[in-house]
């Protein structure tokens, strides 16, 4: 199963209050609902991919409203191979389009969160939560990065839910696509905010457990992407000086060289890889006082100077 599956699994089980249920409902019809005429008058249709969905709403609406409930599967075609279940009450359609908040003035799916179904903080979660079952998913922690949305019916409704998101401070963005609307989270803190908001603990602790495996790994990575940087840069100065020593070798007199050059000779062929730091703490063993860092850069700055002014008398 995908972290989504397991996600929505885990929130499947989460019981609410009636207050709850009304707006996790809300949520899902808002969605993933519509509404059809005929003769025989209006009807609600829910539909969705998932059966333990389309379970968790029928047990819902049931339980809020004595109606009869149809289900129909329909099998999936080609293209799209998986089932499609659809939930469809004709009975009451208009009280409950009312008392769900989904009803506007033009006796169609409202476009907005109604305030009057989220007016308590457990509400509010609950509206997230449904939101989520209904078209949220959210990547696997594993991968390469962090994204979690939920598909929206229009602009003015992914706008609302992210006014509703932001009450918890949940950093997101409404965004139209060709497959239509949706909000999205892609800091990873805020995901793992929206999935403790929804209940979803047992999907946060395992979320924030590889979160954390992922940035000690990424931070470990950039610790030896900067030593092996660094010892690449030792190593290149190091053979810069070496050829700059071999060049005064072949054409300077080493008599007329100062002492401090020809001691900074001397520690650079005695230790061609070391660095500057290590060769401080060695000229100690050679020499009565240590030559500071900033002493050795010096000289092999004198050093270059002193091989460059050879090497163009040499060609002259």
Same mark, same amino acid.
């Given at each position: 199963?995908?972290?989504?599956?397991?996600?929505?699994?885990?929130?499947?089980?989460?019981?609410?209050?009636?207050?709850?249920?009304?707006?996790?409902?809300?949520?899902?019809?808002?969605?993933?609902?519509?509404?059809?005429?005929?003769? /025989?008058?209006?009807?609600?249709?829910?539909?969705?991919?998932? $059966?333990?969905?389309?379970?968790?709403?029928?047990?819902?609406?049931?339980?809020?409203?004595?109606?009869?409930?149809?289900?129909?599967?329909? !099998?999936?075609?080609?293209?799209?191979?998986?089932?499609?279940?659809?939930?469809?009450?004709?009975?009451?359609?208009?009280?409950?389009? %009312?008392?769900?908040?989904?009803?506007?003035?033009?006796?169609?799916?409202?476009?907005?969160?109604?305030?009057?179904?989220?007016?308590?903080?457990?509400?509010?979660?609950?509206?997230?939560?449904?939101?989520?079952?209904?078209?949220?998913?959210?990547?696997?922690?594993?991968?390469?990065?962090?994204? $979690?949305?939920?598909?929206?019916?229009?602009?003015?409704?992914?706008?609302?839910?992210?006014?509703?998101?932001?009450?918890? +401070?949940?950093?997101?963005?409404?965004?139209?696509?060709?497959?239509?609307?949706?909000?999205?989270?892609?800091?990873?803190?805020?995901?793992?905010?929206? $999935? %403790?908001?929804?209940?979803?603990?047992?999907?946060?602790?395992?979320?924030? /457990? +590889?979160?954390?495996?992922? /940035?000690?790994?990424?931070?470990?990575?950039?610790?030896?992407?900067?030593?092996?940087?660094?010892?690449?840069?030792?190593?290149?100065?190091?053979? %810069?000086?070496?050829?700059?020593?071999?060049?005064?070798?072949?054409?300077?007199?080493?008599?007329?060289?100062?002492?401090?050059?020809?001691?900074?000779?001397?520690?650079?062929?005695?230790?061609?890889?070391?660095?500057?730091?290590?060769?401080?703490?060695?000229?100690?063993?050679?020499?009565?006082?240590?030559?500071?860092?900033?002493?050795?850069?010096?000289?092999? %700055?004198?050093?270059?100077?002193?091989?460059?002014?050879? $090497?163009? !008398?040499?060609?002259?």
């Amino acid at each position: 199963m995908s972290f989504t599956s397991d996600t929505k699994k885990e929130l499947l089980s989460i019981k609410e209050d009636q207050c709850c249920k009304i707006a996790s409902l809300s949520a899902m019809l808002a969605i993933n609902g519509y509404l059809t005429l005929s003769s /025989d008058g209006m009807k609600l249709t829910f539909q969705t991919t998932s $059966l333990p969905i389309v379970r968790k709403a029928i047990q819902t609406l049931k339980s809020l409203y004595p109606v009869h409930v149809d289900v129909v599967m329909k !099998k999936g075609i080609r293209l799209q191979k998986k089932n499609q279940y659809m939930m469809s009450v004709s009975e009451k359609v208009p009280m409950i389009m %009312r008392e769900l908040g989904l009803m506007d003035e033009t006796q169609g799916f409202a476009q907005t969160i109604d305030d009057a179904i989220i007016e308590r903080s457990c509400c509010k979660r609950s509206y997230l939560r449904g939101a989520f079952l209904a078209s949220g998913s959210i990547n696997h922690p594993h991968s390469s990065s962090y994204h $979690l949305e939920i598909a929206c019916p229009s602009m003015s409704y992914a706008e609302s839910l992210r006014d509703l998101m932001q009450v918890f +401070e949940l950093k997101t963005k409404p965004l139209q696509k060709k497959r239509g609307y949706l909000v999205y989270i892609k800091d990873s803190e805020k995901i793992a905010d929206f $999935l %403790r908001v929804v209940g979803a603990m047992q999907a946060l602790f395992e979320y924030e /457990d +590889e979160r954390i495996k992922r /940035d000690f790994v990424n931070s470990i990575t950039r610790v030896m992407n900067m030593e092996i940087a660094n010892q690449n840069k030792t190593f290149e100065a190091a053979n %810069r000086q070496l050829k700059n020593i071999e060049i005064i070798d072949k054409l300077v007199d080493e008599s007329t060289l100062p002492d401090s050059v020809v001691e900074a000779m001397f520690l650079r062929k005695t230790y061609p890889e070391a660095s500057l730091n290590e060769l401080s703490e060695l000229s100690g063993d050679h020499y009565s006082k240590k030559i500071s860092k900033s002493g050795l850069n010096h000289r092999f %700055r004198n050093i270059a100077q002193i091989a460059k002014e050879a $090497l163009e !008398k040499y060609e002259k």
